[in-house]
């Protein structure tokens, strides 16, 4: 008798090959979804870098200056040191920016683990103290968002010494980097890269060692995989234009920035008490 081979059944070949097919459009579609992911994380981190060059301009063409030192001492509080929510407090305080979401990403592994922790981020960075008309006398960081092991804060920003003014500052305002990704290296290790959780797990870089951003005074947003070497640095040192990888070094004299340690890519600062002209 002849055997007729059923029009709903399928050879071992066929299912294999259909099979495959299937696994290689879900393998795209997963780059697809990541390159989409990465996009949309990139277009917020652009977006919060300008929000703080655009504060922080603000912020000098009303005071007449940078946010200096003594600006860091009348937001400090509790232990000693500075890191770089202080920034945030001064411009808080001024009523410049307040949003903590323009410091704390929420695809930061750090972001995620203090929520892991807290549930919800503070709604602001600090308290802001006003005397009995209402004006601003003070802005108080809130404890838990002070410090390494504190809150997670995801960019670095300028501080400059007591005696600088805005005329340093605005000439060369497109040369000039405001903040950045949290991770990038200076120093003898690796200057101009940016590290990965790999080399220390709670400050390595937001988007790993593939790269991160650098916002200028001027508003512009570059990405970077890295900050270049020996003679193609993309950074120009101030007055000199010679190239550097070393973002300290491509500000106006007396200008100081969040210290960033060779091995712990810490946001302790120094230089605390230099006048311009000092660098």
């Given at each position: 008798?002849k055997k007729y081979?059923?029009?709903y059944?399928?050879s071992?070949?066929?299912?294999?090959l259909v099979l495959?097919?299937?696994g290689?459009?879900l393998?795209?579609?997963?780059?697809?979804?990541?390159?989409?992911?990465?996009?949309a994380?990139?277009?917020?981190?652009?977006a919060?870098?300008?929000?703080?060059?655009?504060?922080?301009?603000?912020?000098?063409?009303?005071?007449?200056h940078?946010?200096?030192?003594?600006?860091?001492?009348q937001v400090?509080?509790?232990?000693?040191?500075y890191d770089?929510t202080?920034i945030?407090?001064v411009?808080?305080?001024?009523?410049y920016?307040?949003?903590?979401?323009?410091w704390?990403?929420?695809?930061?592994y750090?972001?995620?683990?203090?929520l892991a922790?807290?549930s919800?981020l503070?709604?602001?960075?600090c308290?802001?103290?006003?005397?009995?008309?209402?004006s601003?006398?003070?802005?108080?960081?809130?404890l838990?968002?002070?410090?390494k092991?504190?809150?997670?804060?995801?960019v670095c920003?300028?501080?400059a010494?007591?005696?600088?003014?805005n005329?340093?500052?605005?000439?060369?305002?497109?040369?000039?980097?405001?903040?950045?990704?949290?991770?990038?290296?200076?120093g003898?290790?690796?200057?101009?890269?940016?590290?990965?959780?790999?080399?220390?797990?709670?400050?390595?870089g937001i988007?790993g060692?593939?790269?991160g951003?650098v916002?200028f005074?001027?508003?512009?947003?570059?990405?970077?995989?890295?900050?270049?070497?020996?003679?193609?640095?993309?950074?120009?040192?101030y007055g000199?234009?010679?190239?550097?990888?070393?973002?300290a070094?491509?500000?106006?004299?007396?200008?100081?920035?969040?210290?960033?340690?060779?091995?712990?890519?810490g946001?302790?600062?120094k230089?605390?008490?230099?006048d311009?002209?000092?660098?």
């Amino acid at each position: 008798m002849k055997k007729y081979r059923s029009s709903y059944s399928f050879s071992l070949v066929e299912v294999v090959l259909v099979l495959a097919i299937v696994g290689i459009l879900l393998s795209l579609s997963l780059r697809s979804i990541s390159r989409l992911a990465d996009g949309a994380r990139k277009t917020k981190a652009i977006a919060c870098l300008r929000a703080i060059a655009e504060a922080y301009r603000r912020y000098m063409e009303e005071q007449g200056h940078p946010i200096r030192w003594k600006d860091l001492d009348q937001v400090r509080e509790g232990p000693a040191g500075y890191d770089v929510t202080l920034i945030a407090a001064v411009l808080a305080k001024g009523g410049y920016l307040q949003s903590v979401d323009a410091w704390a990403w929420d695809f930061d592994y750090r972001v995620k683990k203090y929520l892991a922790q807290k549930s919800s981020l503070p709604p602001t960075f600090c308290d802001i103290v006003r005397d009995g008309s209402g004006s601003v006398t003070g802005a108080t960081v809130h404890l838990n968002a002070r410090g390494k092991s504190g809150f997670p804060t995801s960019v670095c920003a300028v501080v400059a010494a007591n005696g600088c003014t805005n005329d340093e500052f605005f000439c060369d305002a497109s040369e000039i980097p405001i903040a950045y990704s949290r991770g990038l290296r200076e120093g003898t290790a690796a200057p101009g890269t940016w590290a990965d959780q790999k080399l220390n797990v709670d400050l390595g870089g937001i988007f790993g060692n593939g790269g991160g951003f650098v916002v200028f005074l001027d508003g512009h947003v570059s990405w970077f995989g890295d900050l270049g070497a020996a003679g193609r640095c993309v950074l120009r040192k101030y007055g000199t234009q010679d190239p550097t990888n070393i973002v300290a070094e491509a500000l106006p004299r007396g200008a100081l920035r969040g210290a960033v340690d060779a091995n712990s890519m810490g946001l302790s600062w120094k230089g605390e008490g230099t006048d311009c002209g000092d660098f």
